[in-house]
């Protein structure tokens, strides 16, 4: 069993950075593909970032795609989202998730799961 705790949410205004962190128990974690995902108010839970088992690979959601940077140190068992140039849309809560392996892009891949960081933008 894979624990997960998000922390480095916030409140920010529109143009600010916050960065998240995701910290985890498996001993195992550089074996895990590790991803963020957002869901605001309402809204269905969405993908944010990923990035696979050896750091050399990152990918993202068009809509934050040169403004958010997913990164992961396997020492620590952590994974981060440095999230830059806020705007109001990107306001949820945001959600650290690991999987062993299918697609990076959705939900179903992801059988842990934290608790979730609250993300507020406001101008």
């Known amino acids: 069993q894979v624990q997960l705790v998000e922390s480095g949410g916030g409140l920010v205004q529109v143009g600010g950075s916050l960065r998240l962190s995701c910290a985890a128990s498996?001993?195992?974690?550089?074996?895990?593909?590790v991803a963020w995902f957002r869901q605001a108010p309402g809204k269905e839970r969405e993908f944010v970032a990923a990035?696979?088992?050896?750091?050399?690979?990152?990918y993202y959601a068009t809509s934050v795609k040169g403004r958010f940077t997913i990164s992961r140190d396997n020492a620590k068992k952590s994974g981060y989202l440095q999230m830059n140039s806020l705007k109001p849309e990107d306001t949820a809560v945001y959600y650290c998730?690991?999987?062993?392996?299918?697609?990076?892009?959705?939900?179903?891949?992801?059988?842990?799961w934290g608790q979730g960081t609250q993300v507020t933008v406001s101008s």
């Open positions: 498996e001993l195992s974690f550089s074996s895990y593909v």
């Open positions: 990035i696979n088992w050896t750091a050399g690979k990152t």
């Open positions: 998730a690991v999987a062993r392996g299918g697609s990076y892009y959705s939900k179903s891949s992801y059988a842990y």
